[in-house]
């Protein structure tokens, strides 16, 4: 009956195809001996090559070592080929700030993988169950996920992992392994309410069985199973906006904001997801706080900040976009100081900018002021010395309508992000600053009633 079942779950979700080579993952309880047994019987009919995998995580002491004998004399007897690794769990946890939980299941992902290349294989089966499942909803739910969590456990991921077993229930496959005889080690640590899965599998499902509803397991899957059909259909427009409007490189994705912004929540979520699984891989231990800390970056006076997030994702809000990407951006000093003419250019090679200038008559500037908007105008005769173009300085002001502003607060106030404010041309004579780029202009120097000599600055791009 099982057998039967979870061939018709592998045949339903097209998990292995004729020619597979994969990697189990075994820890010698049920669940895993269970699955190596059916994929053991059905190695002849999809012609696949089994390798299992097992990690002593050095929690259990004497009876770890139990299971990986244990392991070892069930894939000797199959003809199984099979790997056991050691590693201090509780230790890596520890200097990596990560739970027992998060910690354990990172390595033994990056085991299977490893293992995975080592051996050419092209799947990674994993033997979750419908308990499982539930569990795992739940789980989410108290960690306040979105309808991408509510869809639970997924049959098969990235084309790679696969959950044959999915729609098998524990007590189904205690049976399975009784009826042959296969005597699967049990970790006690299960039947210790300390860890959080294990209070939701010994205390929260019981107590939902007993005072809500006893077929509660059964329920929360069907509602998952329902939850993923409407989750398909967002997904794909999801998919198809993500590929519309990001830009794409190597190791990030660019997100214009005003293209953004505009989307449904539900869409920004899953774009979000998107970006941060392009870049990752995956989108393990990114969750929906994650992306609602992102969403926040939206408004324009977020511009300039930066988000660490885990597994070293980088995100930065800059003026035009949303940056995801796991590079972090080093935001590097641009100096540079040249004298500038009163009659002629000056070329500063470190923008790619061309500074060109005229000195003329108080007449000709009436004539001339309305036909190039960008050019700045200032009173030769309140110059004082050398003119210079340079990058800022620290302590440099100019003078606007209320006062003297600090260059650092007028940059803050205009939302020019960090590693764009030394990119800007700084105009200054021997005492003052005439102008910041094409943005600003100071009062000391403008045009009057009583200038005679003008002089005309343009900035162009070389």
């Known amino acids: 009956m099982i057998f039967e079942k979870v061939l018709d779950t592998i045949n339903r979700h097209n998990l292995i195809e004729k020619g597979d080579k994969i990697v189990l993952g075994i820890s010698g309880g049920p669940d895993s001996v269970c699955l190596l047994h059916i994929l053991n019987r059905l190695k002849e009919q999809f012609d696949i090559e089994i390798y299992a995998a097992h990690l002593n995580h050095q929690i259990r002491g004497i009876e770890a070592q139990k299971d990986a004998l244990y392991v070892t004399r069930l894939c000797e007897e199959m003809g199984i080929k099979y790997f056991v690794r050691s590693i201090d769990v509780p230790k890596y946890c520890q200097e990596n700030k990560l739970s027992i939980e998060d910690g354990a299941r990172k390595l033994r992902y990056e085991m299977f993988f490893e293992i995975m290349q080592r051996t050419h294989a092209n799947k990674i089966a994993i033997a979750h169950n419908v308990n499982d499942q539930a569990e795992t909803i739940l789980m989410r739910i108290m960690r306040g996920t979105g309808l991408h969590g509510l869809r639970g456990i997924e049959y098969i991921r990235d084309n790679v992992i696969i959950r044959p077993i999915l729609d098998i229930e524990r007590s189904e496959i205690e049976s399975y392994c009784e009826q042959y005889n296969l005597n699967p080690r049990i970790d006690q640590t299960n039947l ?271």
């Not at 800059?318 to 951006?329: D, Q």
Request: charged fraction near 35%.
């Open 192 to 462: 210790d309410p300390i860890y959080t899965r294990n209070k939701i599998r010994l205390k929260l499902l019981p107590y939902m069985q007993e005072n809500f509803n006893s077929n509660v397991t059964k329920a929360i899957v069907r509602m998952s199973s329902s939850i993923k059909e409407d989750s398909d259909y967002i997904e794909s427009k999801a998919l198809m906006k993500f590929e519309e409007i990001c830009l794409i490189s190597d190791d990030s994705i660019d997100i214009p904001i005003d293209l953004f912004v505009d989307l449904h929540n539900s869409i920004k979520y899953r774009v979000l997801r998107y970006a941060i699984k392009y870049v990752l891989g995956d989108t393990n231990f990114i969750d929906q706080k994650h992306i609602l800390e992102i969403i926040e970056l939206e408004p324009e006076k977020k511009v300039g900040k930066k988000l660490n997030l885990p597994r070293g994702l980088f995100v930065y809000r800059k003026k035009n976009s949303i940056i995801i990407t796991i590079k972090e951006i080093v935001s590097e000093e641009i100096e540079f100081c040249y004298n500038v003419p009163k009659n002629g250019f000056v070329k500063i090679k470190e923008l790619g900018t061309l500074v060109e200038t005229e000195t003329m008559s108080i007449e000709k500037y009436n004539l001339t002021k309305n036909e190039h908007k960008g050019d700045k105008w200032f009173d030769v005769d309140k110059i004082k010395g050398d003119l210079n173009v340079r990058s800022r300085r620290p302590g440099d002001k100019i003078n606007i309508s209320v006062g003297n502003k600090k260059l650092k607060n007028l940059f803050i106030d205009m939302k020019i992000p960090k590693e764009e404010r030394s990119k800007i041309p700084i105009i200054a004579d021997n005492e003052d600053v005439l102008c910041v780029g094409t943005y600003r202009v100071s009062e000391m120097f403008k045009v009057d009633e009583s200038t005679k000599e003008v002089l005309k600055v343009c900035f162009k791009k070389l």
